[in-house]
């Protein structure tokens, strides 16, 4: 059965930071590309960044260029999600994604 369990979000002050983590269990991890999504209230669902299987090469939305980095680690079956900086405005379900499965998604709350 593959799972896919998030942790690491939370309530954050604007220009905080939080690191997000998903496990992925019952799957070959080290084979296919990662991505981390997000969907805000009332709002689609938006690719974040995504990560290759091979190379590491990674793909950022503009909007969070040079303040996000995404990164995996194939020994835990792991991929992290570095938010820094972070703005009111990306309060959102954060969720990751291999395939076809997804995880159940972390909160993440930039509030005041």
């Known amino acids: 059965q593959v799972q896919l369990v998030e942790s690491g979000g939370g309530l954050v002050q604007p220009g905080g930071s939080l690191r997000l983590s998903c496990v992925v269990l019952?799957?070959?991890?080290?084979?296919?590309?990662m991505r981390w999504y997000r969907q805000a209230p009332g709002k689609g669902r938006e690719l974040v960044a995504d990560?290759?299987?091979?190379?590491?090469?990674?793909v950022y939305v503009d909007s969070v260029k040079g303040r996000f980095t995404i990164s995996r680690d194939n020994a835990k079956n792991t991929v992290y999600l570095q938010m820094n900086s972070l703005k009111p405005e990306e309060t959102a379900v954060y969720s990751c994604?291999?395939?076809?499965?997804w995880g159940q998604g972390t909160q993440v709350t930039v509030s005041s």
């Open positions: 994604n291999v395939q076809f499965y």
């Open positions: 019952g799957f070959p991890f080290s084979i296919y590309d």
């Open positions: 990560i290759s299987s091979t190379s590491g090469s990674t």
